[in-house]
């Protein structure tokens, strides 16, 4: 990744560090990556564990890189945007946005318009390369750019273009928010096999090979999930007696509730930005 463009990313948060952990994995040079992040602690934990130059402010960190990641809070994009209005300007940057619920048009407008803006949703297994990103381009994105943004996420596992803007908040409620739902199922697997009586370090141990071997049958066995569920579940076994309790439960509307949560307030932060 040599030939790679240089990224600032503005905002050096949770996602950003497990962005920047997958590029400088998959071998993207660490004097390629500049950070942006106010908080001296994150700053300098950035620069030690990854080698990439740090700044105190966004536009010290932005002015001549060909590639800015916004990945500040979708609550003080604005402001960030904004401090970077006139740099936009003149240089044009290629403008990924990873922020939830954030209109691509929104950012342009803050950035003083007509600029490439390519609006992403990744997820925080993106550290391991294990993420999944969904992508939208505005039309000012042309398909070298369109590339580069791809291969910019790819470095974090799965990408998916979006052709309709709308669908983004879909894609954060399901894959963006989704690792949370899995650990909240960790945890939950867990609270219950102490319930019934496993040591805690036991319970622990289970629930969590549990989930990553499954995890693991999903995305490699070729089959749907449906298929290795049905071949777990012996004719009145106990797996049966545990599905009909979650059936009883409502859990698959639960789980259609709970996205459905997520994307209207991917919607609210749109409004509230
Ligand atoms: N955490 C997650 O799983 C995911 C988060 N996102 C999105 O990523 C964005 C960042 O989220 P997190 O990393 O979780 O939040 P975070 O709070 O950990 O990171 C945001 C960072 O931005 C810094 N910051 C604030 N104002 C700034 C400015 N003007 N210039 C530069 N940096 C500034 C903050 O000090 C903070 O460290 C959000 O927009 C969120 O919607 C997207 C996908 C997944
Ligand atoms: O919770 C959030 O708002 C962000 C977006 C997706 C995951 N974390």
Redesign the pocket.
Known sequence: MDSFPTLAF?????????LIGGLVRTGLPATKIRV????PA?RYALAADFGVAVYA??PA?ADGADVWV?????Q??A??CT?LADLAQTQRPLVV??????PSARIDGWLGGAQAVVR?????P?LLGAGATGLYANPAVDAERRAIAETLMKAAGLTVWIADEALMDAV?AVS??G??YVFLLAEALQAAGEAEGLPAEAAKALAVQTLVGAARMLGESGEDAATLRQRVTSPNGTTQAALEAFAAGGFHELVATAVAAAVRRGRE?AAAG
């Open positions: 503005i905002g050096g948060g949770n996602m950003a560090r497990s942006a992040e106010p908080v994150l402010d966004g960190a916004l990945a500040v809070k979708p003080v994009m402001q960030a401090a946005s990873i922020a939830a619920g954030m992403t949703m990744p997820n925080t993106a954060t963006g928010s690792p949370a932060l």
